[in-house]
């Protein structure tokens, strides 16, 4: 009976690590969909806010 609890145990193992595969493959898609996740938390109104493209016009007429 103990190599039968051992080996569920190890089905069970298997099954976790496919599990785990399978989410790192899913939130690395998740990333690369979303090129740059800081950019939300600078910038949470997606280009509602005047404020940075005000910057970049100041920047570039420096130029």
Known sequence: ???NYIS???QQ???LELEV???KNHHRQ??????SSQ???Q??????DPRPLEVNNNSS???
């Open 8 to 10: 569920s145990l190890l």
């Open 39 to 41: 950019k939300e938390h």
């Open 21 to 23: 595969s399978y989410l």
């Open 1 to 3: 009976s103990r190599d």
């Open 61 to 63: 007429t420096d130029n």
């Open 43 to 48: 910038d949470p109104t997606p280009s509602g």
């Open 30 to 35: 998740y990333h690369s969909k979303r090129p």
């Open 13 to 15: 193992i298997k099954l």
